[in-house]
Each structure stands twice: as C-alpha cells, then as structure tokens.
C-alpha cells in the first residue's frame, strides 16, 4: 500500500543549538501520534561541534519520527535552507527556526487547519491571539500586510510544489533566501491566509541577530526580490508599491532614525551602515513619505533635545 503524502515537512535547519533542538524534540514529543503520517520532521545538521546524534537517537528511540541528515562540511546557512527546501516531503512546508519553539497545541492546531483548507501561503502572526484565520485573495493585500515580516522565516508556511520554481541558488548572499520561496507561495496560490495565533515560546535566541549591512539587506535586496515578481508579471506595480511604503513605515523608518539621525551606538554596532544614504535615496528618493516622515523625526529629536536642556 502507498504511504500517503504527510500534510506538512517541519525542516529544521540548525548548527549546534544541541539545547535548543532538545526543547523542540520535548515539545514534538507532546504530539508524537502526528509525526507518525501527518507530520515530516526533517532535520539538516549544518556539521555541528555539537553531539546532536546522540540527541536524535535518543528521541527516536522514544519513537518519535525523526528524518535526520548531516551534511559531511559546513555549507552555510543559506545552503542548509535550500537543503531543506528540497528535502520537505509534506503538502506544506514549514521552515522553522532552531530557536523558536513552538507553544503547546499549535502544532495540533496548524494541522487541522492545514488539513481543512487549500492554501498556497500561510503567514504566522505572532502578535495577535484571537485564533482566527483571515483569508486573502489578493497577493498585494496579503503582502502589504504581512510587509518586511515575510524576511522572519518562521512565520512563513507555502505549498512544497512551489519549490520547483525557485532557484535558491540565485539569491545566495542575500541574508534573504527564504524570502523568493515564501512569495512563490503567494503569488502561485489562489488562496492565501494570516493566521493569528501567538505561537512561539519566549526565550529564543536575540544574539543571533545583526551583523549585516541593514539598508542593503532590507532595502536594497528586498525589494529587488519583490521586484522580481514585477519583473515576471506575477505582480502588478500597485502591488509592489503598496509593499515598499509598507515596509518603510512599519520597520525601515525606525533604523533610519536609530542608525541615521539618533546614531544609536547599540545599533551602530549591531549593524553595517555603509552607503545607506545612498540606498535610500535609491528607493525612496522620489517618495513624499520619506522625506515627510524624516523631517518630522528630525523636529522631533531637535524639540526634545531643546526642551530637555
């Protein structure tokens, strides 16, 4: 008899982390009926120091469900995601982070759902708890919505039949592989949705954060991989406009002012800052927004520091 397709492949992929893999695995544990079928687990060890094996083993024997692979050498981060990309098995694929760690149910709850619907995008919104799941028709609204959040890998769930029309390969040195896989996802899918379900534990790792150029990260290769999208008439321009005012005014404009005009030391250190004017400049340069949004922080800033003395 034919095994039947799993609903979703959850791909971890991890280097070292040996701690934070085991509250996965505990957590997996709390439901291990679904990876029997449901459930893919595929973990991609990117030849950790760590004895993650040993880890493997031990929770395997407990009979959880483990597809386990070690790559034979380090090949970065972004080859390790497109490993995992092409190891999914499931309808759906679910990129998760090895230090975001699910809450008791969501992993239940995320089936059924999946089980129940035909979505070609799902988005994890972390921030609201109503557990209701809002359907989305249009790529641009969904994208608007969802805006520079489609960067956190996560958060992100797309249809694993999506993943023969990307070729990761072309965005390797991006710092944001995940993001062409996700928006195939969108734009293939008839239907999309937002899920709204605050869905990962507290304690994952801040210090893996930084250490980039920020604007060109964000900025420049972002919105070259949505433009794309334009690119390939998957997308209108409407679209792609509605996205890039977006992302300035829901996370872009708060660097400008912590990098740029309050020049943040904390922020400065995290992140490269090299030719951000110019960047800028390159995309919203021509947009009322930015230079509104500049000139009132820069009052701002000048009225505090007057009134503070």
Not at 90 to 118: A, C, M, Q, T
Not at 190 to 211: F, H, K, P, S
Not at 237 to 246: G, M, Q, T, Y
């Amino acid at each position: 008899m034919e095994n039947k397709q799993p609903i979703l492949s959850i791909c971890i992929p991890i280097y070292n982390r040996i701690a934070f893999l085991k509250r996965h695995l505990e957590q997996f544990m709390k439901c291990r009926e679904l990876f029997d079928e449901k459930v893919h687990l595929f973990i991609s060890d990117n030849c950790s120091n760590d004895d993650l094996q040993s880890l493997i083993n031990e929770y395997s024997n407990k009979g959880l469900n483990i597809d386990y692979s070690r790559n034979t050498e380090n090949i970065g981060p972004d080859g390790n995601f497109i490993k995992c990309f092409n190891s999914a098995k499931g309808k759906y694929i679910w990129l998760l982070g090895s230090d975001d760690i699910p809450v008791d149910g969501f992993v239940e709850r995320l089936v059924d759902i999946l089980e129940n619907h035909d979505y070609g995008y799902l988005f994890l919104e972390n921030f609201c708890d109503d557990k209701q799941v809002i359907e989305y028709d249009d790529a641009g609204d969904i994208l608007q919505k969802i805006n520079v959040w489609i960067t956190f890998m996560s958060a992100n769930i797309f249809k694993t039949e999506f993943v023969k029309n990307v070729r990761g390969e072309d965005y390797m040195g991006t710092y944001l592989i995940q993001v062409p896989y996700f928006l195939e996802g969108i734009v293939a899918g008839q239907t999309n949705a937002v899920i709204n379900y605050t869905w990962i534990q507290d304690g994952n790792d801040a210090a893996n954060n930084g250490g980039y150029n920020f604007f060109k990260v964000f900025v420049d290769n972002l919105l070259a991989i949505v433009y794309k999208k334009v690119e390939n008439h998957q997308l209108n321009n409407d679209c792609f406009e509605r996205f890039k005012k977006s992302i300035y005014c829901n996370f872009i404009r708060s660097y400008v002012d912590g990098i740029l005009i309050r020049r943040d030391k904390e922020m400065r250190q995290n992140f490269d800052s090299k030719d951000s004017l110019k960047i800028l400049m390159k995309h919203y340069g021509c947009e009322p927004y930015f230079y509104l949004w500049t000139l009132r922080t820069v009052a701002s800033r000048i009225y505090h520091k007057i009134k503070c003395g």
